[in-house]
Structure formats: structure tokens, C-alpha cells
């Protein structure tokens, strides 16, 4: 129905779409279905192998945007509440900027506990050789309502950190997109 309505991009979202056990069957239908772009949003760490990785893009992935919340171990495997997810994450990462023809992606999500480190969130991650960010406000549902007291920040205070960040956007060859934000 998608397509007969005109669109041409297939998003892979919500929960974790790697662990679907028809994900290479979704991405197959999507493709032969006339999707020109088919993109997974996803926390990465099935991408850590490499295998996996290869099968998504033989059989029509061309876009993934991975979820990364710190520049470090303990930041963004507090946020996960998943030890060792950083690990994955960065080794998923780093596989998908060696394809060649694969599109990659970062989005942040902003909260009390990352917003004083996005600049350096970012600036870690451009070292690693991605070029595009989505900085995304949080919104209060699910776990993160549940964790408010910790992940909501005043915007206001949080108002330096996001330009200094911002200004990264200067670098012609970064990209800085800004979603939810009050």
C-alpha cells in the first residue's frame, strides 16, 4: 500500500527491527515491492556481525542509523541499561562505515544525563568517520517516563551543550539535524 500511495523509502523502526526473525524476508519483499531506499533505525548490535550486515545489504539495506547515547562505555551502557551494548554498538558502527555504498547515520537521544557531553558525543563519533547526526529531544513515554528524574533536563541549562554541538554544523562535511526540540 506504501508504494501504491508513492512512497519510495521503506523504514525498518521501532522496538529493535534487527531481532526480527523475518527481517532479511522484509527486507527482500520491500525491495522487490519497488522501494528504491530501504533504512533500518536501530540500536546496531546485530551489525557487529559482520555477516548479518553483508546479508542486509545483499538483499536490498541501504541506509541503517544507529541509536548511540555516550561517548563512553559507562554513558551509553547507563542509558541502555544493557552492559556491553557500547562495545556492540561501536564495533556495528564501525563495520557499517566500511561499506562502501551503505548510508550511515547517528541519532542522539538529549537527556539530563548526556546533554552535558553532546559535543563530545558527536566529536567521538565524526572521529570514528560518521558525518550525520539526528540530535533528538526526549519525550516522556515508556522508559523514559518511567526514568524522568533522571533523563529530563531543563532546556535552558541544557542550552550551551546544544550549541556547542550545534556549531559543528558549520563543518560543511558534518550534518546536525535537530528533532523535538521545545
Known amino acids: ?26 527486507i527482500t519483499t520491500a525491495k522487490r515491492s519497488g522501494y ?3 533504512q533500518i533505525i536501530t540500536n546496531g548490535r546485530m551489525f557487529a ?3 548479518f550486515l553483508s546479508n542486509c545489504l545483499a538483499n536490498g539495506l541501504n ?5 548511540v547515547h ?3 562505555e559507562k554513558l551509553h551502557d547507563r ?3 544493557m552492559p556491553g551494548s557500547y562495545r556492540q554498538t ?22 539530563g544525563l548526556n546533554v552535558q557531553y553532546t559535543k563530545d558525543i558527536i566529536d567521538h563519533l565524526t572521529g570514528i568517520g560518521v558525518r550525520e547526526f539526528d540530535l533528538l529531544h526526549i519525550i516522556p513515554f515508556g522508559r523514559a517516563w518511567d526514568n524522568r528524574k533522571a533523563l529530563f533536563y531543563d532546556i535552558e541549562k541544557g542550552l550551551p551543550h546544544l550549541r556547542k554541538a550545534f556549531k559543528l554544523s558549520l563543518d560543511p562535511n ?8 521545545p
Request: proline share 1%; no cysteine.
Open 90 to 111: 561501536i564495533q556495528a558502527l564501525k563495520n557499517a562505515l566500511n561499506e562502501k555504498n551503505l548510508i550511515v547515520s547517528v541519532d542522539i537521544v538529549i537527556n
Open 70 to 72: 555516550g561517548h563512553t
Open 174 to 181: 558534518i550534518h546536525i539535524w535537530a528533532n523535538r526540540f
Open 79 to 81: 542509558l541502555t541499561g
Open 49 to 51: 556481525y559482520k555477516n
Open 63 to 67: 541506509e541503517v542509523t544507529f541509536s
Open 36 to 38: 528504491s531506499h530501504i
Open 1 to 26: 500500500s506504501g508504494r501504491k500511495s508513492g512512497a519510495v523509502r521503506a523504514i525498518l523502526s521501532g522496538g529493535e527491527p534487527t531481532l526480527h526473525s523475518r527481517l532479511i524476508d522484509i
